[in-house]
């Protein structure tokens, strides 16, 4: 492989050739990696500019050398020096002593929100102890407080509809909003399709297949419909999925469980419930 390298102009022909001499997917170095399509698409075209910037461009390339089991290290000194002479625009060279974190393993947004505010819920709750027990005693009205009484029921609840379930027998079609890879296949992991899909293009599951499932990096841009019926999407937001179902069957089982309402025999009309009780 040494040998053929000098047939390589770019870092990105290094990458891509190598991962098809280990026949894998561009998709399955993104299960591994963690990093976008698209971004995984811009490298391997050499589009640096698509990406935020060169310390990205470097962090996600060494990323998918690892992958591959190459020399992350010489990957990334090679990028450099790409960058350097391409004078892409917004991109400066790192210094060569400068290894850009593997920025594939940065915690998300939402864990980062999550842990700051488990950490508040814990401050307040230390300094409402202490300064309840600091004073020797806990105040009466906290603790006996008085229940409302709830209004009697005069007539039974009508559970909601379930928004959105579909005809379980129904037939599937996936339909692209944006350009999106996908890759469906069955139970035994027979491939039934795998392409990307443009804006308007559409891919109808057979009904005949056995436990068909969905792998792809774009959720969000896929319409999901039943007969003809949009039902809930497979996500709202960019992040790589594998092995979903979307036969009928699972998309309306799961559709009727979000829109399952509670037992109405255990609810009154207009009563405010607890907040520790709402979903979020």
Do not use: C
Request: charged content about 25%.
């Amino acid at each position: 492989m040494e040998n053929a390298e000098f047939a390589f102009h770019t870092v990105g022909e290094k990458l891509k050739a190598e991962r098809e001499r280990r026949t894998l997917s561009l998709d399955e170095i993104a299960l591994r990696t963690r990093i976008p399509m698209r971004h995984l698409e811009a490298i391997e075209k050499s589009e640096y500019e698509k990406l935020p910037g060169s310390t990205y461009a470097i962090g996600f390339t060494r990323s998918y050398a690892r992958a591959l089991e190459m020399d992350d290290a010489k990957i990334g000194s090679d990028l450099r020096i790409e960058l350097a002479q391409s004078g892409i625009g917004g991109f400066q060279a790192t210094t060569p002593n400068y290894e850009p974190a593997d920025l594939s393993s940065v915690p998300s947004r939402t864990l980062a929100w999550t842990a700051a505010i488990v950490g508040a819920l814990i401050i307040g709750g230390f300094l409402i102890w202490r300064s309840y027990f600091m004073n020797g005693e806990l105040p009466v009205e906290s603790i006996e407080t008085e229940q409302p009484s709830l209004p009697a029921i005069s007539a039974p609840i009508k559970a909601p509809a379930a928004i959105g379930a579909g005809n379980p027998d129904g037939v599937v079609t996936l339909t692209a909003k944006d350009v999106v890879w996908i890759k469906v296949y069955d139970s035994a992991r027979n491939r039934l399709f795998e392409s990307e899909m443009k804006a308007g293009d559409k891919f109808t599951v057979p009904k005949d297949a056995n436990g068909p499932m969905i792998v792809t990096g774009r959720p969000h841009m896929l319409t999901v419909m039943i007969d003809g019926k949009e039902v809930t999407p497979l996500s709202d937001r960019e992040l790589t999925i594998a092995d979903v179902a979307i036969s009928a069957a699972a998309l309306s089982a799961r559709d009727g469980a979000a829109a399952a309402p509670s037992n109405p025999a255990t609810m009154a009309p207009n009563v405010a419930m607890p907040a520790d009780n709402l979903e979020p």
